[in-house]
């Protein structure tokens, strides 16, 4: 099974959300390690993880084993390497040589056998950390804002992932565009589905994540969509979408 990163250069598209939720899905029948590659560290939090005693940052630098800094969660079958604020100072360190650019690649073949799944939350902009990411991943899940913009910013992102198949990650390919914080009664929201839909076709997911208010409150209360508010609109959606991740994944 693939190491799936979801990424976008664009910030606030719902990557966490979706990398949140997606693992937590997958996790109800299989196990699943969550990786937080952001420094503001909402995965993390997000699954209740407050002050670990190691991180993605101590791994990154060579001080722990991917495997010490993994931590369980209260699902069951999720666990997380977690992240915190020092993160940024690894986006400072690191440079554009294949050796930084391949450290979590490196960190994770550790862990690898350990899990069914690896679900990779990657920061926004383009820097080493996000670079990280993409040259770990097997697999890419990139959410698309259903707004007016949102193929604006994807022309950005598709360069970046042709510039890592072209280099550090030749395996490297896209699982799916999903498209997030859909507001289905809107025109707007229809017409842009309808859009990015003509323009990515078989890409895009037939799911489609909408706004959903139980989505945004889930995270504060360190829980996962599913043990926080099971028969929400928002469950249902990332349900749906793991179903898929694992169709078009076993398809290969
Ligand atoms: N489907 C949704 N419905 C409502 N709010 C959402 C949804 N997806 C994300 N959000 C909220 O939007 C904000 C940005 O989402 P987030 O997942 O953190 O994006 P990113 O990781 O791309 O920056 C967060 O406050 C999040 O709770
Ligand atoms: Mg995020």
């Known amino acids: 099974m693939p190491i799936v990163g979801v990424s976008n250069q664009k910030g606030g598209v719902g990557k966490t959300t979706t990398a949140v939720n997606l693992a937590a899905a997958l996790a109800e029948n299989r196990r ?6 952001d420094p503001q560290a909402n995965a993390t939090s997000g699954v209740g993880v407050v002050d670990p005693e190691h991180t993605i940052y101590d791994v990154l630098v060579g001080e722990v084993s991917a495997r010490r800094a993994v931590v369980p969660t209260d699902t069951d ?10 993160l940024a100072g690894a986006a400072v360190e690191l440079d554009a040589s294949e050796d930084d650019l391949t450290l979590l690649r490196k960190a994770l073949i550790g862990v690898r056998p350990s899990y069914d799944f ?28 259903a707004e007016y913009y949102a193929l604006e910013g994807i022309a950005a992102m598709m360069e ?12 490297l390919s896209i699982l799916g565009i999903v498209l997030t914080m859909a507001d289905g009664r809107t025109r707007l929201s ?5 859009n990015v839909r003509g323009h990515f076709e078989g890409l895009v997911f037939r799911t489609v994540v909408p706004r959903n208010v139980r989505l945004a409150e889930a995270p504060s209360y360190g829980q996962p969509i599913f043990a926080y508010a099971p028969a929400s609109y928002g469950a249902q959606a990332y349900r749906q979408l793991a179903e898929e991740v694992l169709e078009r994944a076993a398809e290969g």
């Open 32 to 37: 699943v390690l969550l990786v937080d590659l």
């Open 77 to 86: 079958g999720l666990f997380v390497l977690p992240a915190s604020a020092d």
């Open 190 to 194: 229809n017409q842009v589905e309808e």
């Open 118 to 145: 690896i679900v990779v939350d990657a920061p926004p902009s383009i820097g080493a950390l996000t670079l990280n990411g993409l040259v770990a991943s097997d697999r890419l899940v990139v959410p698309l804002q």
């Open 160 to 171: 970046t992932i042709e510039r890592v198949q072209g280099g550090l990650n030749p395996a």
